[in-house]
């Protein structure tokens, strides 16, 4: 990852800070965007994270003396090519191999003299990582790391692993995919609506983490969530017949439209408590006019159905109206059709705020084994639960592990607030 690569000189001179400064801009701009190209073209992720990785690498040690270029990813894209082709030729060299590699970097060279310097193929390769040879629980995360950037920690984070068992899952993928010469080409139309869902869902989950603010700066986590929803609309445009693009964009829009007032002078804000008027009203209309027309499209998915959640407390908070009942038939339908830990937390939620307090608890035991021990939601929704059917010592254990799980500053101090009252 860049991340790594960007370990060079010391920068004690203003060439160097200036040359590193561009490297980790470049990086954090266009890491996704690089490695996407490269690996689309020659067929091999990990080679193409390696050789982006000797780019920067070399990036921080001629840019201080030559200055840095007028285009930092133009230069970028060209030396991790280069290194894609010496290694190639060496492989070639060693053992005999098929120069299958070598011939695709030099088309792709080629073919970035004939058309734009720098094009954008992170859709495409969504697409590509979606491929039904590849084991279907680690598309998502092999998409959050090679296409959108993303390191281990965080997507271990969003699936509730360690990092470390990320970081060896995604090396035996990339593994398999090399050894098994999984194909890196562009699927057949036909072969996209089959690969859409896991598409859907990298893009849901790097929109998660932006908006969880897992360990990140804030210029970086607003990097994320835009970036999640330009590669939905990407997708909608792409396949504007598919009702869940749509639902899917309706859904971050929606979540997208409050993220101004989830705070007030740094402290975390609940749904409940939000002052409406910090909310973003045109983009609500964008996101009711998106999940109309994944209505309209006749086949209910569950993001439509998360999207139609928010709607429903938008609803009640502009029009005055109580929508409790219809948010919890709305989950009640989510669970039915697409059961997840967070589909059982909302329930539990949303059944506990109509006074169902033992619907409630019995919603959250069916969240799958051995998600709850890591699940921060899932303590939050319990704590108030507990605290709802007044076990007060329940209640306040339940919150304190629901803080010591929240990686958000902001959120860790409301919970204990909670647990204190």
């Not at 070598?102 to 969504?126: M, T």
């Not at 590669?231 to 504007?240: G, I, N, T, V």
């Not at 409630?360 to 929704?381: C, F, M, S």
């Not at 329940?394 to 929240?406: I, K, M, P, S």
Request: proline fraction near 5%; glycine fraction near 6%; aromatic fraction near 6%.
């Amino acid at each position: 990852m860049w991340r790594c690569a960007l370990s060079g000189p010391s920068a004690d001179d203003k060439p160097a800070r200036d040359a590193r400064a561009a490297a980790e801009t470049a990086a954090r701009a266009s890491y996704g965007r690089l490695v996407a190209w490269l690996a689309s073209r020659a067929g091999d992720v990990a080679a193409a994270e390696d050789a982006l990785a000797d780019a920067f690498r070399a990036a921080l040690e001629h840019w201080p003396r030559r200055g840095v270029p007028a285009a930092p990813e133009a230069w970028l894209l060209t030396a991790a090519r280069r290194k894609l082709i010496d290694a190639a030729r060496r492989r070639r060299t060693q053992a005999g191999a098929e120069p299958a590699l070598l011939l695709a970097v030099e088309e792709a060279e080629a073919a970035s003299r004939a058309g734009p310097a720098f094009p954008d193929e992170r859709l495409k390769l969504l697409f590509i990582c979606a491929h039904p040879a590849i084991d279907a629980a680690m598309r998502t995360p092999l998409m959050l790391q090679t296409v959108l950037g993303l390191d281990a920690a965080r997507i271990a984070s969003a699936f509730l692993a360690s990092p470390a068992a990320m970081s060896a899952r995604l090396v035996r993928v990339k593994r398999k995919i090399k050894n098994a010469a999984i194909p890196f080409a562009t699927p057949a139309p036909a072969d996209l609506p089959a690969r859409l869902g896991s598409v859907l869902a990298a893009i849901y989950a790097v929109y998660g983490t932006g908006w969880e603010a897992v360990g990140g700066a804030q210029d970086d986590i607003d990097d994320l969530t835009q970036e999640a929803i330009y590669l939905a609309d990407l997708a909608r445009s792409l396949m504007p017949g598919e009702a869940e693009v749509w639902g899917l964009l309706a859904l971050m829009l929606h979540a997208e439209a409050r993220r101004e007032a989830r705070r007030a002078g740094g402290v975390y804000v609940p749904l409940r408590d939000q002052d409406t008027a910090l909310w973003d009203r045109s983009m609500i209309a964008r996101a009711e006019r998106a999940l109309a027309c994944a209505w309209a499209l006749g086949r209910v998915g569950p993001y439509q159905i998360e999207a139609a959640i928010q709607s429903a407390h938008a609803t009640a908070r502009f029009g005055g109206r109580d929508t409790g009942a219809d948010v919890v038939r709305l989950y009640a339908r989510l669970v039915e059709i697409a059961p997840s830990a967070g589909a059982y937390v909302g329930y539990a939620a949303a059944l506990t705020n109509l006074g169902r307090h033992d619907d409630a608890l019995g919603a959250l035991a069916k969240t799958p084994d051995g998600t709850a021990e890591r699940y921060q939601p899932y303590w939050a929704v319990r704590a108030r639960i507990m605290k709802n059917l007044g076990r007060a010592q329940d209640a306040a254990a339940a919150f304190a592990r629901a803080a010591g799980l929240a990686s958000d500053p902001a959120v860790r101090a409301f919970l204990n607030a909670e647990r204190t009252r």
